[in-house]
């Protein structure tokens, strides 16, 4: 089973003040990366169901 997860318009923000942080004291390359690492780390989350997280806390 997949899900969508979707940034808030206020955490696209956040992402673009880190980014241009990142950018003016570091250097463009190291704000890309930042943001890619970010980007994978966004597109690899796995949202447990409902059902499975009941199922584990009633294991608990």
Same mark, same amino acid.
């Given at each position: 089973?997949?899900?969508? =997860?979707?940034?808030?318009?206020? *955490?696209?923000?956040?992402?673009?003040?880190?980014?241009?942080?990142?950018?003016? #004291?570091?250097?463009?390359?190291?704000?890309?990366? =930042?943001?890619?690492?970010?980007? *994978?780390?966004?597109?690899?989350?796995?949202?447990?169901?409902?059902?499975?997280? #009941?199922?584990?806390?009633?294991?608990?």
């Amino acid at each position: 089973m997949s899900y969508q =997860v979707f940034l808030t318009d206020d *955490e696209a923000c956040d992402l673009e003040d880190l980014y241009d942080y990142i950018e003016s #004291h570091y250097a463009p390359e190291k704000a890309e990366y =930042v943001l890619d690492k970010i980007k *994978e780390t966004f597109s690899s989350l796995i949202v447990l169901s409902i059902e499975l997280l #009941h199922r584990m806390s009633m294991s608990w």
